[in-house]
C-alpha cells in the first residue's frame, strides 16, 4: 500500500519481454527483493537491487494483466518519461495523501494542460461508461501514482489542480497533451458504487 506522495523520479534502463529495469537517487537501502515499489502508480515487486555509483538500479517482471491495464505496455510506453517511484508504507509513516494501492484500473488521455497565477490545471479524458461513477469532485484519484482531488468533472473530461511542489516533483511536469497517464480510483468510490 502506498500514499500517491511521490519520493523520487526514475529513469527506465530497460523495458523489454516483460522485464523493466529502472534506476533512482531515492534510497532503496531498506528494500529487499519481494519489497513493492510503485512506479507510475503501478505496484510492482522487486526482483533484483543493485546500488551503482550513487544511484539504485532495481528490476521487476511486468504481467500481461498488468500490461493490459497500464502504460507499461508495448504500444503505449514511453521511455523517455520519468517514472513516479514510491516505497511502500511502513507501520507509522505519515499518510499524507490517500490510500493507493497501486492496481491500475485503467488508462487516459491528458487533454490540456492550462497554466495559472499559483498552479496548474491538468485535463484528462473521462470515460462514457460505468467509470464515470468513479471519478467524483472534491474525491481523490491517483494519476501516474500521484494523489490528487478531483477538481471538476464533465461528460467527457475531469481536470485536476496541480501545486507547484506537485509539478516539479512528479513527471506531470514531462507530460505533453496525448500523452497516456495510468489511473487508480478512490477506493472509497469503489465501495460506494458497489453498495449502490
Known sequence: MFTGIIQEKGKVINFSNGHLEISTALDLSDCKLGSSICCNGVCLTATEINFIKNMYYFKTNVGEETMLRTTFSD???????????????????????????????RTTKLLKVTKLNNSWEFFFENFCNKDINYIVEKASIAVNGISLTVAYVANDYFSISVIPHTFENTNLSNLRVHDIVNIEFDYLARFAERKN
Open 75 to 105: 504500444n503505449l510506453f514511453n521511455k523517455s518519461i520519468p517514472i513516479n517511484i514510491e516505497k511502500s508504507l511502513k507501520i507509522g509513516d505519515e499518510i499524507s495523501g490517500h490510500f493507493v494501492y497501486g492496481h491500475v484500473d
